[in-house]
Structures are given as C-alpha cells and as structure tokens.
C-alpha cells in the first residue's frame, strides 16, 4: 500500500511557476514509477509527466503540451517526487494527481488544483 500526497497547487499568473511536490509513504519509494496527471471538470485525466523507477533508470516522459515548461523529478532519500512547472499558461489551469505504479498496482493522491490566471 502506498499513500500519496500532493501540495504546492495555487494561484499563478501566466508566465509564472509553481513546484507541485508528492510525498509518498507505505512501501520501497524507489521500486515505483511516478506520474503526474491533470483533470480539468468533464474532461478525461491526462498525463502530464512521468520518470520511471529507479531500476529502470529515471526516464522521463511529457506531455507535447508541456514540453520543454515542465520538469519531473524524484528525490529518493525523501520519497518524493516533483514537477516544476515554468512559463504557466492559462491552460495548464486542471486539479493534478501524482501518481505511483508498479507492475499491476497504481496508486493516486487526491489532487491539487492549479489556477493560472491574471
């Protein structure tokens, strides 16, 4: 069992950053695949980012929409994963989700919103 929590979501204008942050607990942090997902009201869940497990090397994968704005990243002395996020667009405004795979199981957080907006 893995517990996700997410923080750093807020109010940022265009242009500006925002450092989500997931703090995961209850199982080897290094052994999953982490993911940030975004969901905005009536729309289907995309992924943003990804790095995989430390055995697999931390290999990133982005969204063609936030390519080259976003960064993924992971910090396995303290269980965490991050996405900076640069160079905001209003439509990068969605709840986000960190998640954790490994193998079968997949875990969630229970979001935090982002607003970009002036």
């Known amino acids: 069992q893995v517990q996700l929590v997410e923080s750093g979501g807020g109010l940022v204008q265009p242009g500006g950053s925002l450092r989500l942050s997931c703090v995961a607990s209850g199982s080897i942090f290094s052994m999953y695949a982490m993911g940030w997902y975004r969901q905005a009201p009536g ?11 430390v055995t697999s090397g931390g290999r990133t994968n982005y969204a063609d ?26 439509e990068d405004t969605d709840v986000y989700y960190c998640t954790a795979r490994y193998v ?7 979001g935090t919103q982002v607003t970009v907006s002036s």
């Open 43 to 53: 729309k289907q869940r995309e992924l943003v980012a990804s790095i995989t497990s």
């Open 104 to 110: 079968t199981l997949n875990y969630w957080g229970q």
């Open 65 to 90: 929409s936030v390519k080259g704005r976003f960064t993924i990243s992971r910090d396995n002395e303290k269980n965490t994963v991050y996405l900076q996020m640069n160079t905001m667009k209003p």
